[in-house]
């Protein structure tokens, strides 16, 4: 009996009250069999693809995409790649008319054998394009390299500005850490001069990052302003007409019920806003201005599926671990991310008491959840589902310890179906050439 012979049965156990959808898919539910997501029991996703796993709900993915190509046009949204990639999930994305932002050379020729129409592409880092699409370039390096790589066309170049402080209760980058132009130095006049002075280089954008997970409009509009002037001195002084100026991604999403999320429509509306009053006080034509969300599109529609494995209790404390771990979400050693968790598959009354999740990998960054309110009552066997986790868990998965890497998979109208397989211990060895 498979996934798909069941469900009628159960869904009439599943009520249609709907749970926290800043934090959890849109088609969340929870009936008296537990979560189910897309109109699937996450126990069913159990039954038949095993624990770990990443669960994807295709309806919360494609209203996200919809949402910010409302917000900005279509047009001037491309997804960060980065985020989350397989060729299921660029589909959507592409009949959402929303173009792409790549990172890799892999990423790019995935892409362009979907038939995603390279105009439609912003490459960032050494991808070569074969003059097809827009590189942005971060320093005099990238124009070198551009520079001595033949193409039939000329290239068109955006390049990566670093704006100064933005007005940030603290700076959510060091610019030292990364490279493009800062906009207060002889630099971007360096870099500029380079671009133009080679006859297969078009300079048609700027481009900025200013970190992830930031909720406050006021560091995007001081961008904007920034970004505006240095197009009007480049006018000025190089005869160069910026036609697009792209703000990046790093909106915010909830991992947590306790974090801040970005709303689009009203950042796209002050964005906008802010674009015109800036161009119009300096007297120039105003650019087209995009975005590219990536974590914005793909986090909250992600749950991540676990099977608990053994449980302790010290001094009022739950420490529970799970079958995953470090291997499928380094995100929390990486960065100190947070988490939420829920049990699924079973009703307890138990009190609620402070639990820590642990992965497998005996490390002492291996946790996925720190002290979050779960049923005092959890036994191995149980399952636990964690929202938030439809970014950067499965593209930043490993081996680690020889473990394969979870199933992707994605659900829809009561239908579950692989967008990306489980890997085998086959798969991982297949590379070991001794």
Sequence with gaps: MTLADVIPSLRSSLPPRQLDRGLWPLTTTLGRGGLAIGGVPLTLIEEEYGTPAYILDEADVR?????????????QVYYAAKALMCRGLLRWVA??????????????????????????????GQVETGGDGRVVVESLADVQRLTRTRR??????ILRVLPAQLGFGRAPWAAQER???????GELAELVAAITDEPLLDLVGLDVYLGSQLAQFGGYEHAVAQLVATAAELGRAHGVRIEELNIGGGFAVAHTEHDP???????????RRRLALECDRRAIAKPRLSVTPGRAIVARAGVAL????AVRHEDGHQ???VDGGLSDNPRPALYGARYTAVLTGRASQAPLCPTTVVGRHDEPGDLLVRDEPLPGDLRPGDLL???????YHFPLASNYDLVGRPPLLAVHDGQAHELVRRETLDDVLARDAA
């Design 63 to 75: 209203e996200r995409c919809a949402a910010y190509a409302a917000a900005f046009g279509p047009a």
């Design 95 to 124: 009949e959402a008319g929303l173009g792409l932002a790549v990172y890799s050379q892999g990423q790019w020729n995935l892409a362009r054998t979907l038939g995603i129409a390279p105009d439609r592409i912003i490459a960032h």
């Design 152 to 157: 039939p066309r000329r290239q068109q170049v």
């Design 179 to 185: 490279f493009g132009a800062p906009v207060a130095s």
């Design 261 to 271: 999320t970005l709303p689009v429509d009203p950042f796209a509306a002050r964005m």
């Design 306 to 309: 676990y099977r608990v494995t």
């Design 319 to 321: 420490i529970v671990a």
């Design 385 to 391: 589902a964690v929202p938030g986790c439809g970014a």
